[in-house]
C-alpha cells in the first residue's frame, strides 16, 4: 500500500507539474503576443496622429491643391517611401488613393471634416461636413483596421486581433499673449500704427496758430456716457471748403443725438454755427467753410441724449496744403489717434474697470470671431451672441478707471495670472517706470527675423509696418514662428466703422496682430506724471508670420483666412483616445 501511494504521488507530481508549465508557457506566450499587439498599437496610433497633423495643416480647405487630402497623401507616401510603416496602408497603392478617404467605407481607412461654426476650438460629430467644398478647421483620420496574428497565443484559442486607431486634430490661431480689449478701424490698420489712450476732455480753448502736418484730423476720445464726434474721412479740408460726413459715437445703449448742431472756430476765437443735414441716426453732413492752407479751426457738436445735454470732444481740422517751414515737426512716438476700448463680457465680474484689467491681462472670456453676415436684428442679436459665449460683434465704451485698469492688467499680476508683459522670452527683461517687463524687440532681436531678408535687417521690414504696407507672398514668413511666443505680440479685431442698430455695437470684420513697442523710453508704455496713460504699437499683417507655425503659448479658435494657423491633435470624438 505504501509503495502504490508513493507512486501515485509520483504521478500526480509530474502531471501537475506539466500542467503548470503549460499553464506559465501559454500565459507567456500570450504575455508576449498581447505584448506584439500593444506596440503595433502604439505604432499605429503614432501613424494617426502623424496623418492627422499633416492634414491639419491643409485646412480650412479640403479638396484644394494643397489643401488637407493632399496634404496627408504627400505624407503617407513619403512614410511609405522611406519604409517607415509596414502595414496595409503601404502594402498597395490603394492605401495612399486620395478618394479611398472619404468614400464611407471606414473598412480602408476614413477622413472626417468639421467646422467650427462657433469658432470656440471645440467640434462634435454634429459639426461634421457632407461638402467637401465647405472650410473646415478639425478632421479626424481613421485608419483601416490592422490585423496581429498570434503565435504560441493561437494554442489558448487567442488566433489573431483587429487594431483599429484614429486621431482627431484641429488648426487655431496662434495668439501670442492673447485677444487685446481694443479695436482697430480699417483707417486704422493702413495707417500702421497702433494707440490707446487714457480718455480725456479737453475744454474748448483758442487754437494754437500751429497746424497740423499730418494732413489728417486729430481726436480726443471722451468717457463713458458722452458722446463722440469722429470725421469719417482723415483727409486735409480742401481750400475751397467741403462738405464732409461725421459720426456721433454714444457711450449708451439705447440712446442716440437729438437737436444736434455744429459749432466751428478759428484761429481768431471766432466761434460760428454750421449747417448740417442729418443722414442717419448718428451720421451728419456738415457743411465747412473754405479757408486758407495749412490752416487749422476747431469743430465740436451739442445736443441732447434724451433729458441730458452733451458737448462732443473738439475736432482739430487742417486745410489741404503745405504748412510753413517754420512749423515743428509732429514728435516721434506720440499717439495721433486713439483704438476704440472695448468692453468685452466676462464671466468674473460685473465691475467694468476689473472687466478690463483682466481682459487686458488674459483675454476675452468669449470667442471672437470674423462677422458671418448671419446675424438679423443689430443689437439685440450682438448681444444674445455674447451671452452665448461667442460674438462677431463688440460694443465699445470706456471704463472710467481706464488709467489703473490698463496698469494693473499689463503690469501687475491677478486672479492667478501674470500681467501681460511680465516675464521673459528669452530676450531678458527691463525696467520703465520701476516695473520689469519683457525685453524683446522686434527689430533688434534676431531670432524674431528670418534671415533670408535683406541678411535679416530690420529696417526695410519696420518701414512697412509703420506705413501700415500688406505684406505680399514674398513676404511670407518675414517674421519668424518665435514671435508668437513674446509676451508683446497680441490680436486686436477689426470693426466695420458702421455701428448695428441703435446701441454702440460693431461688427468685427477681421483681426490683425499688433506688437506692444515704441520708440520713446517706454517701449510701447506711455506715461505722464507716474501714470499709465496708454500703450502703443505697430499694426502686423499676419502676411508677415510663416502661414503654419508651432509651439506658440496661446492658440486660440481659428481666426479666418489669412491668419497663421496651428495645427493641434485634440481629444478623440470617439472617445478612443483621454
Not at 492673447?178 to 493702413?190: D, Q, R
Not at 517754420?326 to 516721434?332: A, I, K, L, R
Not at 489703473?404 to 499689463?410: I, K, N
Not at 502686423?540 to 483666412?561: E, I, K, N, R, W
Amino acid at each position: 500500500m505504501r509503495h502504490g501511494a508513493r507512486s501515485e504521488a509520483g504521478v500526480v507530481a509530474i502531471v501537475t507539474t506539466l500542467a503548470i508549465s503549460t499553464f506559465l508557457l501559454g500565459v507567456a506566450a500570450l504575455a508576449v503576443d498581447l505584448g506584439r499587439a500593444y506596440l503595433r498599437q502604439n505604432d499605429l496610433q503614432a501613424l494617426a496622429d502623424r496623418l492627422a497633423l499633416a492634414a491639419a495643416k491643409g485646412l480650412p480647405t479640403i479638396i484644394e491643391p494643397e489643401g488637407a487630402i493632399d496634404q496627408l497623401t504627400t505624407t503617407l507616401t513619403a512614410i511609405c517611401t522611406h519604409r517607415e510603416e509596414s502595414g496595409e496602408l503601404c502594402r498597395s497603392r490603394t492605401g495612399i488613393d486620395p478618394q479611398q478617404w472619404t468614400d464611407g467605407d471606414p473598412g480602408n481607412g476614413e477622413v472626417t471634416f468639421f467646422t467650427d461654426s462657433d469658432t470656440d476650438g471645440r467640434v462634435g460629430l454634429a459639426d461634421a461636413v457632407s461638402d467637401l467644398s465647405t472650410p473646415s478647421q478639425a478632421l479626424r483620420v481613421l485608419l483601416p483596421p490592422t490585423t496581429v496574428e498570434f503565435g504560441l497565443a493561437g494554442a489558448l484559442g487567442f488566433e489573431k486581433a483587429s487594431i483599429q486607431r484614429s486621431a482627431t486634430a484641429r488648426i487655431g490661431t496662434p495668439l501670442g499673449s492673447g485677444i487685446l480689449p481694443f479695436a482697430l478701424t480699417p483707417e486704422e490698420v493702413t495707417s500702421g500704427r497702433f494707440c490707446v489712450q487714457e480718455p480725456e476732455t479737453p475744454p474748448v480753448t483758442p487754437l494754437s496758430t500751429a497746424p497740423s502736418t499730418s494732413g489728417r484730423y486729430s481726436a480726443t476720445d471722451v468717457p463713458a456716457g458722452t458722446v463722440r464726434l469722429r470725421a469719417l474721412s482723415g483727409e486735409g479740408i480742401p481750400v475751397s471748403g467741403a462738405t464732409t460726413s461725421f459720426r456721433l459715437t454714444v457711450y449708451s445703449l439705447w440712446q442716440w443725438p437729438s437737436d444736434v448742431r455744429f459749432r466751428w472756430k478759428t484761429p481768431d476765437g471766432t466761434t460760428t454755427p454750421l449747417p448740417s443735414e442729418r443722414t442717419g441716426l448718428r451720421t451728419f453732413r456738415v457743411t465747412l467753410p473754405p479757408g486758407q492752407a495749412g490752416s487749422t479751426a476747431q469743430l465740436w457738436a451739442t445736443g441732447r441724449l434724451y433729458r441730458d445735454s452733451f458737448t462732443t470732444n473738439v475736432l482739430n481740422l487742417t486745410y489741404a496744403g503745405t504748412p510753413p517751414a517754420t512749423d515743428p515737426p509732429p514728435t516721434p512716438g506720440t499717439c495721433e489717434s486713439s483704438a476704440p476700448v472695448v468692453q468685452l463680457a466676462r464671466q468674473d465680474t460685473g465691475d467694468l474697470a476689473t472687466a478690463l484689467e483682466n481682459n487686458v491681462r488674459s483675454g476675452p472670456q468669449v470667442n471672437l470671431r470674423p462677422h458671418s453676415g448671419t446675424l438679423v436684428g443689430g443689437t439685440l442679436a450682438c448681444v444674445g451672441s455674447i451671452l452665448s459665449g461667442s460674438t462677431d460683434c463688440l460694443n465699445l465704451g470706456t471704463p472710467s478707471q481706464f488709467s489703473e485698469s490698463l496698469r494693473r492688467g499689463l503690469l501687475e499680476s491677478g486672479g492667478g495670472r501674470p500681467g501681460r508683459l511680465i516675464g521673459d522670452t528669452g530676450n531678458g527683461v527691463e525696467s520703465t517706470n520701476g516695473y520689469q517687463v519683457d525685453a524683446t524687440s522686434l527689430f533688434e532681436s534676431p531670432h524674431l527675423l528670418d534671415p533670408r531678408y535683406t541678411g535679416g535687417s530690420s529696417q526695410s521690414l519696420r518701414t512697412l509696418l509703420t506705413q501700415g504696407v500688406a505684406a505680399g507672398p514674398a513676404n511670407q514668413g518675414w517674421i519668424t514662428s518665435a514671435a508668437v511666443r513674446s509676451h508683446r505680440l497680441a490680436v486686436v479685431p477689426v470693426i466695420d466703422p458702421e455701428p448695428l442698430g441703435l446701441g454702440n455695437d460693431y461688427r468685427i470684420t477681421s483681426f490683425r496682430y499688433v506688437w506692444i513697442d515704441g520708440d520713446t523710453s517706454g517701449r510701447g508704455l506711455l506715461w505722464r506724471n507716474g501714470r499709465l496713460t496708454g500703450l502703443e504699437g505697430y499694426v502686423v499683417d499676419p502676411g508677415y508670420l510663416p502661414a503654419v507655425t508651432s509651439g506658440s503659448a496661446t492658440v486660440g479658435p481659428f481666426l479666418g483666412a489669412g491668419m497663421p494657423k496651428e495645427a493641434l491633435l485634440v481629444a478623440d470624438l470617439d472617445g478612443a483616445r483621454p
